[in-house]
């Protein structure tokens, strides 16, 4: 056997293990997922009964080429998932080599290998869809944009200022205008950690990879964007009354917009929900809520103080002078009612249970 497979078997068992160790902290400190955490390590050590001493033994770093070499995008990570995301590639990659190379070293190092690889797939799409529900969870600002000129800096402003929920909205483009507007926004989000919705369209949704679709009553059903769209992927649901509540909820949905709750230009035509939806949504909602319609300063006191945690806007951010600003404030507003409601929760009870916060 050639001490240069040995080299190529030892390095790959070190990459896919120090790959997996880093995926296995987030599970555990970030995300407090015993089962992530316990796969993670399960692999790892699966791993390390094949790196026997022949192969450590072949390991020469003096020599190695390899070592000098860094990449531009090796230096920093945008975010967590820019992290996860890295580091599996890295296993992924590197358990490919060790069943490439396998082949001419152990047979059945190359079945073992082969079977962890697909284990690792696994593991990175259910992270995926933990973590996308995840940030759902924590988002309490969601933005729909509008059609306007400059809605790429107005996305980029308010995403400097803290937002982490965007829905890229246009009812007016041709197809190829919203495509465009749609991978163009999808990236943006994603550099700044936040998810991307698209509205409507859920074929657009699957051409953007983005993260979810939103569907009104009178869009296509929650059931056929979730054959299309799979469980990794949000789905979320427009309502306007306590049947449309009802249903969405049964449907699946992974989250609702509530309202609108004033009438608002940006949704002619469509009567106010009146703040009672916001009431009725605090008591029989229990997936993530977004009050929503002619919500803005002047307003946003009075839905908070109706019930609503989470608030979605369209004209009060894209028609702000200062969108980094607007994020701000409103973000300020919803953690000072979510830091009101812990402490009364906290009064009422010994140990907070809320799965939301
Ligand atoms: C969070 C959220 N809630 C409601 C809507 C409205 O969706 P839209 O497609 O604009 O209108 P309908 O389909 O509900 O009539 C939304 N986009 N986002
Ligand atoms: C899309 C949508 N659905 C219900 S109200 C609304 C628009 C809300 O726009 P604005 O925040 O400008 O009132
Ligand atoms: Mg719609």
């Known amino acids: 056997m050639q001490p240069a497979v040995y080299r190529i078997l030892d390095a790959n068992l070190d990459r896919a293990r120090e790959g997996l160790r880093v995926i296995e902290e987030w599970c555990r400190f970030g995300l407090n997922h015993a089962e ?3 796969q993670c ?8 009964t094949w790196h026997h001493s022949d192969l450590r033994s072949a390991r020469n770093t003096p020599d190695d080429p390899g070592t000098g070499l860094t990449h531009a995008n090796e230096a920093t990570r945008g975010t967590i998932a820019h992290v996860l995301q890295a580091n599996f590639c890295r296993v992924e990659e590197a358990l490919r080599v060790l069943e490439e190379y396998g082949k001419v070293y152990r047979q059945d190092l190359t079945e073992a290998v082969k079977h962890m690889r697909y284990q690792v ?3 990175e799409s259910q992270l995926i869809t933990q973590h996308r529900h995840q940030k759902l969870h924590q988002a309490m600002l969601y933005l729909i944009t509008s059609p306007s000129e400059t809605v790429f800096e107005t996305v980029e402003a308010a995403l400097k200022g803290g937002l982490t929920l965007v829905q890229y909205r246009d009812k007016d483009a041709d197809d190829l205008t919203r495509l465009n507007h749609a991978r163009a926004l999808r990236r943006m989000c994603h550099e700044y950690g936040a998810l991307f919705i698209v509205n409507d369209r859920i074929d657009l949704a699957l051409a953007v990879d983005a993260d979810g679709v939103h569907l009104g009553q009178h869009d296509f059903p929650v059931e056929l964007a979730r054959q299309m769209l799979g469980s990794q992927r949000i789905i979320g649901r427009s309502t306007h009354n306590g049947d449309d509540l009802y249903r969405a909820i049964q449907e699946g949905a992974d989250y609702v917009g509530v309202g609108p709750v004033y009438e608002t230009p940006t949704k ?11 009431r009725h949504a605090l008591e029989q909602c229990p997936i993530p809520w977004f009050a929503i319609g002619g919500i803005d300063a002047n307003t946003v006191h009075d839905v908070l103080a109706a019930g609503a945690q989470r608030v979605s806007v369209v004209r009060a951010i894209m028609q702000a ?5 607007a994020v701000q404030y409103f973000m300020a507003q919803l953690d000072q009612k979510r830091r009101s409601q812990m402490g009364q929760k906290f009064a009422k009870q010994d140990s907070i249970t809320d799965p939301w916060m």
Request: net charge negative; hydrophobic share 35%.
């Open 41 to 48: 390590k399960h692999l790892r050590q699966e791993l390390a």
């Open 268 to 278: 002619a035509g469509r009567p106010a929900a009146g703040l009672d939806c916001v």
């Open 121 to 123: 797939y696994t593991l």
């Open 321 to 325: 002078e200062q969108p980094t600003l």
């Open 36 to 38: 992530f955490t316990e």
